[in-house]
């Protein structure tokens, strides 16, 4: 029965006094009422951790905890310790989720039996002017109504062109994420791309479910936005090295695996388009040989060609048709 269940939903918080309100209110205000919500202060130095103190005086089900900034990957990591909950959401703290958005999730894993159940997210970029809103729908899944293993649900999100890796855009039972030990890396940019994909490969239920649930804002002063380019690039890099390895000792199909080593391919060569091109940078840092060994799909190949005889002209071809 799911009003028996309880799920856990850990915001990690940092420079948001702003909007944090708008985040907390979309939780406490959810038509499923028994959750738990974590929030993770992770040092903020504005008003957070305030909010996040009034929030908890008022409302039982609010914990909030202050611990010294370690990032976003760290505050995550503090909340999963202390989460009881049968499932985990993630909800970033300059973001919020629709009123019904539980419910409806925590139906769909109860019906199905589900180890991870995944669902739609809205993206909304506002321009300089508060009434110029753009909207974007990023996919949860590729197949829906469709009940696979973490491996298959992968491969089809990677051949349909469909892989989300937002941590944000699925729940997940707790103890897949703490039996298996799979936390998120600290100080990694872009931890979603390496955290993402393992907990999926240690799924044996997953679904898709269509309906948009979360609502990510695009903030010119978010992490996102204010990212260390090279150090985005590093970390990617990074990314795709660690899980090369770890497909490599993974017991499925060779096709399969092939697959999910072209996904990395293509978003170790994309690094290049990522800020102003270095090419000094670049001669240091790249193993030009990552993707032509990595490539499955021709089309992969191809590029992967072009990146390895020059980078410069295959991120000028790439912007060119972006």
Same mark, same amino acid.
């Given at each position: 029965?799911?009003?028996?269940?309880?799920?856990?939903?850990?915001?990690?918080?940092?420079?948001?006094?702003?909007?944090?309100?708008?985040?907390?209110?979309?939780? +406490? $205000?959810?038509?499923?009422?028994?959750?738990?919500?974590?929030?993770?202060?992770?040092?903020?130095?504005?008003?957070?951790?305030?909010?996040?103190?009034?929030? %908890? *005086?008022?409302?039982?089900?609010?914990?909030?905890?202050?611990?010294?900034?370690?990032?976003?990957? &760290?505050?995550?990591?503090?909340?999963?310790?202390?989460?009881?909950?049968?499932?985990?959401? @993630?909800?970033?703290?300059?973001?919020?989720?629709?009123? &019904?958005?539980?419910?409806? *999730?925590? @139906?769909?894993? $109860?019906?199905?039996?589900?180890?991870?159940?995944?669902? &739609?997210?809205?993206?909304? %970029?506002?321009?300089?002017?508060?009434?110029?809103?753009?909207?974007?729908?990023?996919?949860?899944?590729? %197949?829906?109504?469709?009940?696979?293993?973490?491996?298959?649900?992968?491969?089809?999100?990677?051949?349909?062109?469909?892989?989300?890796?937002?941590?944000?855009?699925?729940?997940?039972?707790?103890?897949? +994420?703490?039996?298996?030990?799979?936390?998120?890396?600290?100080?990694?940019?872009?931890?979603?791309?390496?955290?993402?994909?393992?907990?999926?490969?240690?799924?044996?239920?997953?679904?898709?479910?269509?309906?948009?649930?979360? $609502?990510?804002?695009?903030?010119?002063?978010?992490?996102?936005?204010?990212?260390?380019?090279?150090?985005?690039?590093?970390?990617? *890099?990074?990314?795709?090295?660690?899980?090369?390895?770890?497909? $490599?000792?993974?017991?499925?199909?060779?096709?399969?695996?092939?697959?999910?080593? &072209?996904?990395?391919?293509?978003?170790?060569?994309?690094?290049?388009?990522?800020?102003?091109?270095?090419?000094?940078?670049?001669?240091?840092?790249?193993?030009?040989? @990552?993707?032509?060994?990595?490539?499955?799909?021709?089309?992969?190949?191809?590029?992967?060609?072009?990146?390895?005889?020059?980078?410069?002209?295959?991120?000028?071809?790439?912007?060119?048709?972006?």
């Amino acid at each position: 029965m799911i009003d028996k269940c309880l799920v856990s939903v850990v915001v990690p918080v940092y420079k948001v006094e702003k909007c944090l309100r708008r985040c907390i209110d979309s939780i +406490i $205000n959810q038509t499923f009422t028994q959750i738990e919500i974590i929030l993770v202060n992770d040092g903020s130095p504005d008003g957070s951790g305030e909010i996040c103190d009034k929030y %908890s *005086m008022q409302d039982r089900r609010v914990k909030a905890f202050h611990k010294e900034n370690g990032g976003l990957s &760290d505050a995550r990591n503090y909340g999963i310790d202390r989460a009881k909950g049968e499932y985990i959401l @993630f909800v970033d703290s300059d973001d919020y989720i629709e009123f &019904d958005a539980i419910e409806k *999730m925590l @139906f769909y894993a $109860n019906r199905h039996s589900l180890d991870v159940v995944c669902a &739609d997210m809205c993206k909304i %970029s506002e321009g300089n002017s508060k009434s110029v809103i753009k909207r974007t729908t990023l996919l949860g899944g590729a %197949s829906k109504n469709k009940i696979m293993t973490g491996e298959e649900y992968l491969v089809d999100c990677i051949y349909k062109k469909q892989l989300s890796v937002a941590a944000c855009t699925r729940m997940y039972k707790t103890q897949l +994420i703490k039996k298996n030990k799979i936390y998120f890396k600290k100080g990694l940019l872009h931890e979603d791309e390496n955290w993402t994909p393992k907990i999926l490969l240690a799924a044996n239920r997953i679904g898709y479910f269509n309906f948009v649930f979360y $609502n990510y804002i695009i903030r010119e002063d978010s992490i996102t936005q204010a990212v260390n380019k090279k150090k985005h690039i590093s970390d990617v *890099m990074i990314t795709c090295e660690e899980l090369e390895s770890e497909y $490599n000792k993974l017991l499925i199909s060779n096709k399969n695996k092939r697959i999910l080593k &072209d996904y990395l391919a293509r978003l170790y060569i994309n690094t290049c388009t990522y800020g102003d091109f270095d090419k000094k940078f670049y001669t240091l840092k790249v193993d030009r040989l @990552f993707a032509l060994r990595n490539s499955f799909f021709i089309k992969t190949k191809l590029e992967a060609l072009i990146f390895y005889f020059s980078i410069e002209l295959y991120r000028n071809i790439k912007l060119k048709f972006k």
